[in-house]
């Protein structure tokens, strides 16, 4: 239970999204929004109650502006701002997505809305790609246990069927592969400077670091409020 200032400080800390899972998620506000329309349709408020609800609402809504830029990125993000700088347009990127997960496919939408338009699709199980492949418009590619660079620029592994091994790349232009699958599936030794290779546990020790940038981004907000 809290009380006084503290019930206050609480409210518009929830308010702010800075106690959900998902750091400065809007759909807390809503729902608070929604509680105090509620609240006014089966009681009177007192002028107290309306200064908590509203001046929460307004500091979660102040803070989102100020500072939700800076929140933790989705994979899908954190994967299109390590790819997208050496290349001069999305449209020169072609993407090959080994596996048909969730993760791939949630990844494969962000890409497709960045402008991505070279995309295809490698799995196992062919048959579950043929609907996909027809609603999204996209190729696919015969299934290999060896990849190969010479055709695309980035491949996404997110598969536990099997062990991939790479072909020994000839690039002279950056490519990149991303295994993200556990355990790792991708048998990657090659040493080639034009080739930049990222398992999970380089992406999961990228969300460490801003992990902690976020627990001072929220002090930071607390202290706001």
Not at 21 to 42: D, G, H, L, P, V
Not at 184 to 209: S, T
Not at 219 to 225: A, G
Request: charged residues 30%; proline residues 4%.
């Amino acid at each position: 239970s809290y009380f006084s200032y503290d019930c206050f400080l609480h409210l518009a800390k929830v308010a702010s999204g800075l106690d959900s899972a998902r750091f400065f998620e809007s759909e807390i506000q809503r729902q608070i929004k929604k509680s105090y329309q509620a609240s006014m349709e089966k009681r009177t408020l007192s002028g107290v109650m309306h200064y908590v609800f509203q001046k929460s609402l307004h500091v979660g809504k102040e803070l989102r502006s100020l500072y939700s830029h800076r929140k933790r990125p989705s994979l899908e993000k954190t994967l299109w701002d390590v790819v997208k700088n050496p290349f001069e347009s999305p449209q020169v990127l072609s993407v090959l997505f080994v596996g048909f997960s969730q993760t791939n496919r949630q990844i494969f939408d962000y890409f497709r809305r960045k402008g991505v338009e070279k995309i295809a699709f490698s799995s196992r199980n062919a048959s579950a790609l043929q609907s996909f492949s027809k609603e999204k418009n996209i190729r696919i590619v015969p299934w290999k246990e060896q990849l190969s660079l010479e055709e695309f620029s980035v491949i996404m592994v997110a598969s536990n069927q099997t062990k991939l091994s790479l072909e020994k790349p000839k690039r002279r232009k950056p490519a990149f592969v991303f295994d993200l699958s556990v355990p790792r599936v991708v048998d990657y030794k090659e040493q080639n400077p034009e080739v930049v290779f990222h398992n999970m546990e380089d992406i999961d020790q990228y969300f460490l670091e801003r992990k902690e940038e976020e627990k001072t981004l929220k002090k930071l907000c607390e202290q706001s409020v």
